[in-house]
């Protein structure tokens, strides 16, 4: 592993901020810079998943990584542009709930991990998931519920689908504090995910990509 | 413990409950009694909407709120608005002089007709006879500070109406030979700071970029939240008999922080205070919400310094492994799931009752409740029934 990817792995932040500024000074590509914060991601993703880290480290890898695009904002247009996407992911909280941290970190652990994110935001009906859905045409729905009120608001929003007779084209994630097996039965979603690098396990397991 | 769940059985709006403390009590009053429970949920799990409403909060969106911005619809329940209140570069300030920074930057921050308090007077003027002579009443007399003592004067009297109804529900309980659950409450200081303070995302990078003053901030809380909930449970005359705190545990759970964050900046403050109650014979009844499957350990040892002085209400916890390595020293309370509740079916809620209990009877100090605060607001009624009557039919050895 180079230098850089476990600097940011082991989350040395004052050490990673000075390599990043260093390589831009040096002219070096920024799409090679990105593609190793990517893979310092997926391992940061796997140390979660060992309980070797929690979350305040996908925090902070979160804080990093905002640095790091701060300090590469002038070439990062173009990098975006080009950058080549695993797949789509439509997210929001569903109508009720006005809950956002779990859904944050969920959508940058995707982002971060090559997906394009789409957050719809907290308190989204039913007929906008629907609407957006149809417009955006992602591959995954990722809904998000902290109060056990959103139940049947998730529950309403995939009946809604089917209605309109988008179900069948997507894969659907829940998560939430209250969430758990039975909730993806009676919500007829497909899995749920109980931290943000689940959500990433997910995404690449559906979209192919690792 | 409860939120809405008697005020969803009676009929009302969210936005009812929590503008009509009597429809409040009466929904309690109502629903309650029939179940035959040991304990019955306070009212307090529910705020009064009309308190925040004349202090502008705006840590909370809620049904029926006057400034648009914090308004929900009515049958919405009441939801937190995380923020970072207080800015990073502010610990020096608030370790500096915490009650004035508080009164003076925070308190406007969560509530802004209490914008007034900026001006307050600052450390050495109150130091200072001379300039408390002046000071004080050159405040109070602005006319903008006049205003606001109105604002604050009129959430006064709803906070009254609210506490009576309360008190009155309590009584009336108390007659009908139902305990309320709890009275008092407190709170870990590391959730004071990481909802009201700092915020979630603040508070964790506080961890790694500013630990030491994040720690002393911590301290900073405990002599008073102790003290502070002592002397609540001396001048409570209504259901004096009842030493339970209920402390609601939120940032420390599994996943949250790592086992070494937990230890050193969640845990110490936390037990420091439920020493305290213990000392001034007080039961607390902290209630892990979450899992805290990794903290086990660190359960276990507080348990058994302090045996039976206390109950553990559990969540997503394994109540079994709980109860097997410390249900000999502590209460064990838990762990029916919210999603059971609401989804499930009654025979789904005999069979989940009957496993807790025979996991965890061995040796009595076993409670059944809610995993998730109790009976949750969209609880179908038959699953409730069918929880009660499972304690009965298996409860009894």
């Known amino acids: 592993m180079g230098e850089f990817i476990k600097k940011i792995v082991d989350l040395d932040e004052s050490a990673v901020i000075e390599m990043v500024k260093n390589k831009v000074e040096n002219n070096e590509d920024p799409l090679k810079i990105l593609d190793e914060v990517k893979e310092a991601m997926k391992q940061i993703g796997e140390k979660f998943q060992n309980k070797e880290y929690f979350l305040p480290d996908l925090i902070l890898s979160g804080e990093i990584l905002r640095q790091i695009l701060e300090i590469l904002e002038p070439k990062l247009k173009e990098v975006q542009a080009s950058e080549k996407k695993k797949g789509k992911v439509l997210l929001g909280t569903v109508a009720g709930d006005i809950h956002d941290i779990g859904k944050d970190v969920v959508k940058f652990m995707l982002d971060a991990n090559g997906f394009e994110v789409l957050d719809l935001g907290v308190d989204v009906p039913a007929n906008q998931f629907v609407e957006k859905v149809k417009e955006f045409k992602p591959q995954i729905l990722a809904l998000s519920g902290f109060l056990t009120l959103s139940f049947d608001s998730m529950k309403e929003t995939i009946e809604k689908l089917k209605d309109a007779g988008l179900r069948e084209s997507l894969k659907i994630m829940i998560g939430g504090g209250t969430v758990d097996d039975s909730i993806v039965e009676y919500v007829d979603a497909d899995a749920y995910g109980e931290s943000a690098v689940d959500a990433v396990n997910l995404a690449n397991k559906w979209v192919g990509g690792d | ?397």
């Open chain 2, 1 to 397: 413990m409860s939120m809405f769940y008697h005020t969803e059985q009676a009929g009302y709006t969210k936005k009812e409950a929590m503008y009509e403390p009597q429809k409040l009590a009466d929904a309690g009053l109502k629903v309650y009694p029939p179940l035959n429970l040991d304990m019955v949920p306070p009212l307090l799990g529910v705020f009064p909407g009309a308190v925040m409403d004349h202090l502008g909060s705006q840590f909370f969106k809620w049904p029926g709120a006057e400034d648009p911005k914090c308004k929900l619809d009515d049958n919405l329940p009441f939801q937190w608005v995380e923020g970072e209140y207080m800015k990073e570069n502010e610990y020096e300030e608030i370790l500096t002089d915490p009650t004035g920074f508080l009164i003076r930057k925070i308190i406007p921050r969560h509530h802004k007709k209490l914008n007034g308090f900026m001006m307050f007077l600052g450390l050495s003027s109150l130091a200072n006879a001379y300039g408390t002579m002046i000071g004080i009443p050159a405040f109070f007399g602005m006319p903008s500070i006049q205003e606001m003592l109105k604002s604050i004067g009129q959430a006064a009297m709803k906070l009254f109406e609210y506490i009576k109804a309360s008190n009155q529900y309590t009584k009336q309980m108390k007659e009908l030979g139902f305990p309320v659950h709890f009275n008092l409450s407190v709170q870990a200081p590391y959730d004071i700071v990481s909802e009201s303070l700092r915020g979630m995302r603040g508070t964790m990078l506080d961890m790694y970029h500013h630990p030491e003053e994040l720690k002393a901030l911590l301290k900073l809380l405990v002599p008073d939240s102790l003290m502070s909930t002592v002397m609540r449970a001396k001048l409570n005359q209504i259901n004096p008999e009842n030493n339970l705190v209920f402390i609601p545990l939120h940032r420390g759970a599994d996943g949250f922080m790592s086992n070494e964050q937990f230890e050193e900046f969640y845990w110490p403050t936390l037990t420091a205070i439920m020493e305290g109650l213990i000392k001034n014979d007080l039961i607390p009844c902290p209630f892990f919400e979450g899992g805290y499957n990794d903290r086990l350990e660190y359960l276990g040892e507080f348990a058994k310094k302090y045996p039976g002085k206390m109950i553990y209400w559990f969540d997503k916890t394994d109540i079994f492994r709980a109860k097997e390595l410390f249900g000999d020293h502590v209460a064990i309370k838990g762990n029916v799931p919210g999603s059971l509740m609401a989804t499930g079916t009654p025979q789904q809620m005999e069979e989940y009752v009957k496993k807790i209990i025979e996991g965890c009877k061995e040796g009595g100090g076993f409670i059944v409740d809610g995993g998730v605060s109790g009976i949750i607001d969209e609880a179908k009624p038959e699953n409730i029934k069918a929880m009660i009557d499972a304690v009965f039919k298996y409860g009894k050895y």
